[in-house]
């Protein structure tokens, strides 16, 4: 069965950067669409960042410019680059992965098959 596990989560200041991963295994054939969501408690997770087996991406418009999102397909891995973060970047991190296309609802959780257990991201000011 499929497991996705973030990593690289932590407390950092403003300005800083992180780097998450997300190790994939279990998949007969790779998703066509992977990405990220955050959450903080009491809002609804949020599309952060998503990418297509050809690697094509999209963005939140709050992290263009910021973050990047790569994969390692050797590796079966997720990458989510963080740069000069801010404290409203503060949530916990999830992976995601569905045998669809990205297209116009990469940020529609409910049409993720598979997730991970999530990172928490913290920035202080």
């Known amino acids: 069965q499929v497991q996705l596990v973030e990593s690289g989560g932590g407390s950092v200041q403003s300005g800083g950067s992180l780097r998450l991963s997300c190790a994939a295994s279990?998949?007969?054939?790779?998703?066509?669409?992977t990405g990220w969501f955050r959450q903080v408690p009491g809002k609804e997770r949020e599309g952060v960042a998503a990418?297509?087996?050809?690697?094509?991406?999209r963005y939140a418009d709050s992290v263009k410019g910021r973050f990047t999102i790569s994969q390692d397909n050797a590796k079966n891995t997720l990458y989510l680059q963080m740069n000069s973060l801010k404290p409203e970047d503060t949530a916990m991190y999830y992976c995601?992965?569905?045998?669809?296309?990205?297209?116009?609802?990469?940020?529609?959780?409910?049409?993720?098959?598979?997730w991970g257990q999530g990172t928490q991201v913290t920035v202080s000011s």
């Open positions: 279990g998949y007969t054939y790779r998703p066509y669409c």
């Open positions: 995601a992965a569905k045998y669809e296309h990205c297209s116009g609802s990469w940020t529609e959780p409910r049409w993720y098959a598979y």
């Open positions: 990418i297509e087996r050809d690697g094509s991406t």
